[in-house]
């Protein structure tokens, strides 16, 4: 059961993990500071869809079920509804492209709002 535990919380952090590169722009819009952590994880984030790269939480979830028992899969609530969201059927490498073009995209506008709002603050009248 400990192993179950385990990967379930892997899956939480990989599942935070895209949350925080897909809006942690939203946060360093209020905290700045926080860029210094939410840049990195984009251009992580970004590269993994890019290149159809494998995550290495990915691999350690999977290590973590098959230590535990499990197939695969698990029955708990967290794998029965965060497994389709992190890894839905029919995701191609074509698809993980568009991904990340989408998390640049994103995150792109969101910083360059947050840039022009800074300037605009810093421009004299």
Known sequence: MGY???ADAVLILHLGF???VLLGALAVWQRPWLALCHL???VWGTL???NAWLCPLTPL???LRQWGGEAGIGESFIAHYLLPILYPTGLTPAIQWWLGVIVVALNGGLYAAM???RWQRRRPD
Do not use: F, K, T
Request: net charge positive; hydrophobic share 50%.
């Open 61 to 63: 979830e999977n290590r």
């Open 48 to 50: 993994v869809e890019l």
């Open 18 to 20: 895209i949350l925080w």
């Open 40 to 42: 990195p994880a984009c």
């Open 115 to 117: 840039l022009y709002r």
């Open 4 to 6: 179950r535990v385990m």
